[in-house]
């Protein structure tokens, strides 16, 4: 099984459900950040974590941050579940109100994303990740005008990289993210891979489901603090 986290009842609606047949619904969720916060605190704090930036963090800091992601509309935070338990955190954004747009000549149709796998507990099931991964890809480019999928995980987070290109994910070299130092928030200047995917890499993202796009998503925003654990 994976995770053992708590399955908590979000009150926002899914924005997309897909149905992968021999796996489960796979659900994609606005991340309410009063319900949501205790499960990403116990993520966040852990040691496999601490390329998140977040390991210090109390889970009412966790809260405040997503509270102030909860405020914007060019970055977005979705707590992802298998059924009704919670697998992954699945952040998005707009490169070109983010500091990779320093790094990158950002084209129209570009998307961010980052994301955090739930920790492993118990007995591994087989085909997890790379089912898990087609659906990510799936929701990625789900909107026609997604185009290309970038992402910027550190330099130094080997694991992250591997996942990105477990993910299709074509590295593009290596950048340096600058720093940032305003009163809401502070980030220090990373070096960090840029791993980029095109819509036609993600043609055919195979699995048998059927899925549901939902109305009533939040649009979510996330501080640009603490990149990702997992990318």
């Known amino acids: ?8 009842t979000s009150p926002r609606a899914d924005v997309l459900t897909e149905t992968v047949e021999g796996f489960g619904t796979v659900r994609f969720t606005p991340v309410d950040p009063a319900t949501d916060s205790a499960v990403l605190h116990s993520w966040v704090v852990e040691e496999r974590a601490q390329f998140w930036g977040m390991n ?5 800091l966790v809260q405040e941050i997503y509270e102030d992601v909860d405020r914007r509309d060019t970055h977005h935070a979705y707590m992802v579940r298998l059924d009704d338990e919670p697998v992954a955190l699945f952040q998005t ?3 070109s109100e983010d500091r990779i747009s320093e790094c990158y000549p950002v084209r129209e149709g570009d998307i961010g994303v980052h994301l955090m796998l739930a920790p492993v507990t118990g ?7 790379r089912t898990l991964i087609g659906s990510l890809i799936r929701f990625t480019f789900r909107d026609p005008a997604v185009r290309r999928a970038v992402a910027e995980p550190d330099a ?6 591997a996942l990105m290109d477990r993910l299709g994910f074509a590295r593009q070299g290596e950048i340096t993210l600058p720093e940032i130092d305003l009163p809401e928030v502070y980030l220090p200047e990373k070096r960090a891979v ?3 995917r095109s819509r036609r890499a993600s043609a055919g993202v195979g699995g ?14 996330r501080r640009d603090l603490g990149r990702s654990g997992e990318q």
């Open 208 to 221: 048998r489901r059927r899925a549901s796009v939902l109305s009533g998503g939040h649009h979510l925003a």
């Open 1 to 8: 099984m994976r995770p053992e986290s708590t399955a908590l």
């Open 156 to 161: 130094a987070n080997d694991k992250a990289v």
């Open 194 to 196: 840029r791993p980029r």
């Open 123 to 129: 007995r591994p099931r087989p085909g997890f990740s």
């Open 56 to 60: 210090g963090a109390s889970r009412e």
């Open 93 to 95: 954004y707009e490169p």
